[in-house]
């Protein structure tokens, strides 16, 4: 009997979230299509780099009455941050303090979007960023775009270095690194089937 009230339990479980996706769908990030990339001005030049691996947790969202059910909690080691140029990437890690403070946070709890077409939203996500002990609020600006089960999300933001008393390197107090990082995404979301999200039963040996 036990093992039938687990079967229904599961099957009722099912029944729920199958419903509740229906308007409202659970999406996770489809890796490697998309892109976390940072751009900073100098001196001399422009500096352009990428995240070479991050993490999102999966998240509910309605695109009809786009809101966030829960946070959207991003995460990303500070030695996935890369320009290209090695030693460049060093002074980097450096400024970062990467041996103590190895991973950069993001989260969001809630975010207002304008529809500018039915598969289309332009939303503005207030958020905050902890880079090693500091925490402060980010906006991103983004536009998500509905492509069938699938979501299409792009966006910037900009945040200060000094802001999070982050000392940009210098060569000899000639070439300057500037204060002002630009953040770029372009991301895109598949929509987790009911089964992904339902607890996976046990052995029927051991459910008795």
């Known amino acids: ?77 500070v030695r996935a941050m890369l320009t290209g140029m090695q030693a460049r990437d060093v002074l980097m890690y450096k400024m970062f303090d990467a041996d103590h403070y190895s991973e950069i946070f993001y989260k969001a709890s809630t975010m207002q979007c304008a529809s500018e077409n039915p598969d289309r939203l332009s939303c503005s996500v207030p958020g905050e ?15 998500i775009e509905r492509q069938g089960s699938k979501l299409h999300a792009r966006g910037d933001a900009k945040l200060s270095l000094k ?12 070439l300057k690194v500037f204060d002002e990082v630009s953040i770029h995404f372009d991301t895109g979301w598949d929509a987790a089937s009911p089964q992904e999200l339902l607890p996976k039963p046990k052995d029927p040996l051991q459910a008795v």
């Open 1 to 77: 009997m036990r093992m039938i009230k687990i079967g229904v339990g599961i099957l009722a479980a099912g029944i729920l979230i199958s419903t509740g996706l229906a308007a409202m769908m659970v999406y996770t990030l489809r890796l490697p299509e998309s892109v976390l990339e940072f751009k900073v001005g100098s001196t001399l030049h422009e500096v352009e780099g990428r995240v070479a691996s991050f993490s999102v947790k999966p998240f509910s969202f309605d695109f009809e009455k786009p809101a966030l059910q829960e946070n959207i909690e991003v995460t990303f080691p």
């Open 129 to 143: 960023l902890t880079i090693r002990k500091t925490t402060l609020p980010v906006l991103l600006h983004a536009v």
């Open 163 to 174: 802001a999070f008393d982050l000392h940009p390197p210098s060569v000899m107090g000639i």
